[in-house]
């Protein structure tokens, strides 16, 4: 696939204003949302993934409406990122949801081990026997629930060389196919929960930028090589274990940067992506890829306090990660204003630097992109939905639907 561009051109922009001028939109902020990219963005995903599932990471949308379309694209079920978001969304509907990350929620729980549409669509993540007694305690305490609670084991797929070296994020304490089996077999002895699937997310790879010749990026790429042979061979090999213990339903791996080599272990049935839908800025320091950037966000501008500065009202909406400039919103239009250094991105107001700022005026809009992709539907309540020349729709957010799951 041709690299897309890495941000919306000056005529791409004026294209959005019409549309929403056309629609009598003119509330900033205001998030955009291009349809035919992120229907671009799900194809270059498709082709990329080959025959494998794509099962879609809900949190890197937050939209209903684009969960929705994505999950009709690619048909392999939904990847949640909160037990209490899995019960809305099979609610709405959606019959195979696996959740991403362990939940400690016991109202969640207690609502989920009595819907008997729940216990057959969602699947709950567990890496310790911690998450099985809470799962098997609150089940007993509703004697009503007789369908056992599916789950499946996360294997740690972080990247450790030598000791005292940790490449990845910190998530599963299952590192090795040792541990895994381990519990795996404790949990046979619960007769409440039903062993489906096994999951493992090689972050180190999925998601680290690795554009460029620097020294370091060189190194990265090297890194996520090496890394992507031992994460085969330790998944391989506690599948293998596993499956001589329960039947497994699904192998889940993978995020949007590693769908390749991902795919590319046989252990694996299923990858999972969101991100590449929307190709937040992160994206654009990925080699081999460039999702087409789907969404970006018009700011005011509020204030001029000087010739070559614009003040924008927010825009302060910096990623999460360890802090650094990456993670602030990356300026698409006018595209040589800059942040200024004492202050960069603020809770109530952002001054931009540049000539650009010259040309503005108090009401004009600042156009950015988030540097991640599900970020921004925390801060709006809608995103408008622009297709061709038009706006086509208007979408609420979780937010915009009185959600918010952590």
Not at 80 to 86: K, N, Q
Not at 117 to 144: C, F, Y
Not at 278 to 296: K, M, N, Q, T
Request: some cysteine.
């Amino acid at each position: 696939m041709a690299a897309a561009s890495a941000t919306p051109s000056a005529r791409e922009i004026a294209r959005y204003e019409r549309a929403l001028a056309a629609a009598g939109l003119n509330r900033r902020p205001i998030a955009v949302l291009d349809l035919e990219r992120f229907d671009a963005n799900a194809r270059a995903l498709t082709e990329r993934a080959g025959s494998t599932p794509i099962r879609v990471a809900t949190k890197s949308l937050r939209v209903p409406f684009l969960i929705e379309r994505a999950e009709r694209l690619f048909g392999g079920g939904l990847l949640a990122f909160s037990l209490a978001e899995a019960l809305d969304l099979a609610e709405q509907g959606f019959e195979d949801i696996l959740v991403a990350y362990p939940t400690a929620d016991p109202d969640a729980l207690a609502r989920f081990v009595t819907s008997e549409r729940a216990l057959g669509a969602v699947t709950l993540m567990v890496d310790s026997i911690a998450h099985a007694e809470m799962i098997t305690a609150v089940r007993r305490s509703r004697p009503r629930c007789e369908a056992p609670v599916r789950v499946c084991l996360e294997l740690d797929c972080s990247y450790a060389p030598v000791r005292g070296v940790h490449l990845g994020a910190l998530r599963s304490p299952l590192f090795t196919p040792d541990h895994v089996e381990d519990l795996a077999r404790r949990l046979t002895q619960y007769s409440g929960l039903t062993l489906v699937g096994l999951m493992g997310y090689e972050s180190q790879i999925a998601g680290t930028p690795n554009r460029g010749f620097t020294p370091m990026r060189l190194l990265t790429r090297g890194m996520q090589k090496l890394s992507a042979r031992d994460v085969a061979a330790r998944r391989s090999e506690a599948v293998r274990r596993v499956r001589a213990i329960s039947d497994l339903e699904f192998v889940n791996g993978g995020g949007t940067g590693s769908i390749e080599s991902t795919c590319a272990d046989p252990s694996v049935t299923e990858v999972a992506a969101g991100s590449g839908l929307i190709g937040p800025a992160s994206f654009d320091h990925f080699v081999g890829f460039r999702p087409e950037p789907a969404l970006v966000v018009g700011f005011p501008v509020v204030r001029r306090p000087a010739r070559n500065v614009a003040t924008i009202l927010g825009g302060g909406w910096v990623a999460s990660g360890p802090p650094g400039l990456d993670k602030l919103p990356s300026v698409v239009h006018p595209r040589s204003l800059k942040y200024v250094g004492l202050e960069g991105a603020g809770e109530v107001q952002t001054p931009l630097r540049g000539r650009a700022a010259e040309r503005l005026r108090v009401g004009d809009t600042v156009w950015v992109r988030h540097a991640k992709a599900g970020e921004v539907a925390e801060h709006v309540d809608t995103y408008a939905v622009v297709s061709e020349d038009s706006v086509v729709d208007i979408v609420p957010t979780y937010r915009g639907s009185g959600r918010a799951y952590i």
